[in-house]
């Protein structure tokens, strides 16, 4: 039932290594995004794909790299990872762009985290 | 130009007060402003959204005020509950883009 869901929920791994952390939703929205969410709760939107192509790229490193195979699954592949990727990663999703009032369509709808931990 | 300003980074209010959250912006192609709600070890939930063509919603004890003119728009949680405890962001979104820019959050804390 749930509507987007990531795993894993938790990934401690070593400085260096690569990880990877899947999204998948079940809305049938056409656009998902990847946010990052350090430890003072800042929101940064790393990168959005619609229907498969990506659409928003950020400021973000290029060991960072995302995938959609289908319009229902996003996921994040990091290189070489750095303490500094120690945070929570949010995926989301919507099928329209912001409209003011809420539907089921336009309702950026996120998942629970996948919290990494890099030592 | 894309930052969304939030203050205050946290508050404390008594079950019953008034809670009031405060978010500006610069942008003017900004034309979408919703807020989420987040509990601990969960993700962000859409809590109430507004277009800057009306100057408030209302929806149950959450109000959004907007100010179009300063930019500015504010949230308002009326009889706070403890289960109201949790971080708020603003956050908007330009015109016909699917790119939503958050706030930095306000921790909210409600005192049975």
């Known amino acids: 039932d749930t509507a987007v869901s990531q795993t894993p929920k938790y990934l401690v791994t070593q400085m260096g290594n690569d990880k990877s952390i899947k999204c998948e939703q079940n809305?049938?929205?056409?656009?998902m995004y990847w946010y990052k969410q350090d430890s003072k709760k800042f929101l940064k939107i790393m990168f959005s794909y619609n229907n498969k192509e990506l659409i928003i790229n950020e400021t973000v490193p290029n060991r960072f790299s995302p995938k959609s195979p289908d319009k229902a699954h996003l996921n994040l592949h990091i290189n070489s990872l750095e303490l500094g990727d120690s945070a929570v990663y949010f995926c989301a999703s919507t099928s329209q762009p912001g409209q003011g009032y809420m539907t089921g369509a336009n309702v950026l709808t996120f998942g629970a985290g996948s919290r990494l931990t890099v030592l | 130009q894309q930052q969304v300003k939030q203050s205050p980074q946290s508050l404390i209010v008594q079950k019953g007060g008034i809670s009031i959250i405060n978010c500006a912006y610069e942008n003017t192609a900004f034309d979408y402003f919703p807020w989420y709600q987040q509990f601990p070890g969960k993700g962000p939930a859409l809590l109430i959204a507004?277009?800057?063509?009306?100057s408030e919603k209302k929806e149950g004890r959450f109000t959004i005020s907007f100010n179009k003119s300063a930019k500015q728009f504010s949230l308002h949680i009326m009889d706070s509950q403890p289960g109201d405890s949790a971080t708020y962001f603003c956050a908007a979104s330009p015109s016909g883009t699917y790119k939503y820019i958050f706030g930095t959050g306000t921790r909210l804390k409600v005192l049975a």
């Open positions: 809305l049938g929205h056409d656009t």
């Open positions: 507004i277009r800057p063509d009306v």
